[in-house]
């Protein structure tokens, strides 16, 4: 409820519609209410007293107000349609944006499939309340209100029927709507496993197909599937099976209306035109109440999304939050880890453990270990993707958490083990690294990336066309791709995670060549599992178990650092060429 009322604040521009709209129900509604005292006077003051004249006179009435409740309805629909989708248009715009800003730690706790529902289901289902709220919230509360008064005045003698009435279709509405909420949670839940799982399939497809694990995933996909048709079937079942209580309940009113007008009560004979008139309301009053009820069962549906929708809007993104900022200028590259400690988790065990080096403006520092000892871990606290919990890290001297987040970033070029690349020409995908690129720099940053070759023979050059993906790349392709957008930046930082791995020897080689002579002030971090992609690192980290086990160039390692010999003497004996 309360995601609801801070989700309301989106509705403000669009005020004069969410207005309007419901003004222009309420004149629907009271033409509706007219009709039947307009009919029970036709039938009692005209045709029983033969006055043809006067029964004229108010099917031109009644007509009026037909038309005059047409227009009404009809506006309301425009502008509570308005209202609705615009307001959908801009949560899901913030929720990108949102979606965007948010850390890595934000985003593993969140997940990708979670996040797909909420940007099309949820808001979906926020929009679809808004609607009918602003169209038949309105118009049933408002007719089921106006029909009690109504037949208290008209028809005082049917009264009790509906005291007796009334309060059995509320309590079955309150009890119905109830439990439909928390399946629609489920619901909701449901499509988040369903498109985690979709994603997840869709992505590793050509792993699927490598493994023939085709029957695998079906009956996993199936599984889900089938878990969500059973939480919407039963969320609907509890929705359906209220409708036919209420009319259960609308028709023994009906009998025991037709009943007083049979047997008269005490000295009262109720006229035809009551009795006609009562029947009328009291089926505006079952229209009423189950218009009113499918509302109430999509605001119950809408309640957990709004609470979805509200916890990505407000999720807190401990690395964005402003600190007292002290540096906005071009970082140089001077960098120092100190006591860095780091855990993905805030009870689990640390991934990085008390970590201290330096390294100077332009120097290369390799990164070495054995798998899962944390080197991706060590370079992605660089652009601060996440946060240490102990410790602290110095660019140029100023704490990391001091400098301005996107300047930090524009900084560094950062080259993961697993290349991403957008839909689009390559040239915008170069442009990603630096905005302004020309020509002319794209070429520099083509050849330096040992990617101009293939590009050069590529149909229409820079403007080739990459897929979802980049499927139409090979692997090595749209590695030294991605290493050209980092370098296009000319970055003080550039990160490559074991990078090189994909692409050939004698192409690694001429990457780590122009990194040399090109990138002098820019300080180099290469993570790799070959010593020879660092052997002239002037400084090398070798981890352990999280543990900064080594520190030192090649020579000094070969020296001091057992694990460094050991990884040594292991490529050497298996013939992993050590260039000199
Ligand atoms: N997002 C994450 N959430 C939780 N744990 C993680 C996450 N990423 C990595 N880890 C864990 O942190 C540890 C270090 O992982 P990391 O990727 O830094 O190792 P690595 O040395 O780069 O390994 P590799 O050489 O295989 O790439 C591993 O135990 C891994 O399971």
New binding site residues.
């Given amino acids: 409820m309360k995601s609801v009322q801070k989700l309301l604040r989106y509705t403000t521009p669009y005020k004069l519609f969410v207005i309007l709209a419901p003004i222009l129900m309420a004149l629907e509604v009271a033409m509706d209410l007219l009709q039947p005292v307009i009919m029970q006077k036709m039938i009692d003051n005209g045709i029983a007293n033969d006055d043809m004249s006067y029964v004229i006179q108010m099917g031109i009435f009644m007509l009026l107000a037909a038309v005059i409740g047409l227009v009404g309805g009809a506006s309301c629909t425009i502008y509570s349609t308005k209202a609705a989708v615009n307001v959908a248009t801009d949560l899901r715009r913030d929720v990108f944006k949102r979606a965007l800003h948010f850390s890595?730690e934000n985003r593993?706790a969140v997940g990708t499939g979670k996040l797909i529902t909420i940007l099309t289901s949820d808001i979906a289902v926020l929009q679809n309340a808004l609607m009918m709220t602003l169209r038949v919230f309105v118009r049933g509360p408002l007719l089921f209100i106006g029909s009690i008064f109504i037949v208290f005045f008209q028809a005082r003698e049917l009264f009790p029927i509906l005291l007796v009435s009334i309060p059995i279709l509320v309590c079955f509405i309150v009890i119905c709507s109830k439990k439909a909420g928390q399946w629609f949670k489920k619901v909701q839940e449901g499509l988040d496993q369903l498109n985690t799982k979709l994603q997840e399939s869709i992505a590793g497809i050509r792993v699927i197909k490598a493994f023939v694990r085709k029957d695998y995933e079906i009956s996993l996909f199936k599984k889900v599937n089938d878990s969500l048709t059973r939480k919407t079937i039963t969320a609907d079942q509890v929705i359906t099976v209220l409708m036919p209580i209420l009319l259960f309940v609308i028709n023994c009113g009906i009998i025991v209306a037709l009943l007083f007008g049979v047997i008269p009560v005490g000295e009262t004979i109720i006229q035809v035109g009551v009795i006609l008139a009562f029947i009328n309301y009291l089926n505006i009053i079952l229209m009423s109440l189950m218009s009113s009820s499918t509302v109430l069962m999509q605001l119950m549906r809408a309640f957990p999304s709004a609470d979805r929708v509200q916890h990505i809007l407000e999720v807190e993104n401990k690395i964005e939050r402003v600190e007292d900022i002290e540096s906005v200028t071009r970082i140089q590259g001077d960098v120092e880890f100190r006591n860095v400690s780091f855990s993905?988790?805030n009870d689990g065990e640390d991934?990085l453990k008390n970590i201290s080096f330096s390294a100077k403006k332009g120097e290369k520092i390799g990164i070495i270990?054995?798998?899962?000892?944390?080197?991706?871990?060590?370079i992605k606290l660089l652009p601060r993707l996440y946060q240490p919990q102990k410790g602290d890290i110095l660019l140029d001297g100023i704490s990391i958490s001091k400098h301005h987040l996107d300047n930090l970033r524009s900084s560094i070029g950062f080259i993961s083990?697993k290349p991403i690349l957008f839909s689009g020409s390559i040239s915008s995908n170069l442009k990603f690294g630096k905005e302004s690129a020309t020509e002319e720099d794209f070429i520099i940053a083509a050849k330096q990336a040992a990617a101009f070759e293939f590009i050069e023979k590529l149909e229409h050059q820079f403007d080739y066309h990459l897929t979802q993906g980049a499927t139409n790349l090979s692997g090595g392709q749209k590695q030294r791709l991605s290493i050209a957008r980092a370098l296009i930046r000319r970055p003080s930082f550039l990160i490559l995670?074991?990078v090189t791995s994909a692409v050939d020897a004698g192409s690694e080689q001429a990457i780590l060549h122009s990194l040399k002579s090109d990138f002098t002030d820019t300080t180099l971090f290469v993570?790799a599992?070959k010593i020879s992609s660092i052997i002239d690192a002037d400084k090398i980290l070798v981890?352990d178990d999280?543990q900064l086990v080594g520190v030192g160039t090649h020579q000094q390692l070969l020296e001091t650092c057992e694990l460094y010999q050991e990884i040594y003497y292991t490529q050497t004996d298996k013939g992993g060429v050590v260039v000199e």
């Fill in positions: 890595s593993d993905y988790t991934v270990g054995p798998t899962g000892s944390g080197k991706t871990t060590l083990q995670d074991d993570v599992s981890l999280g």
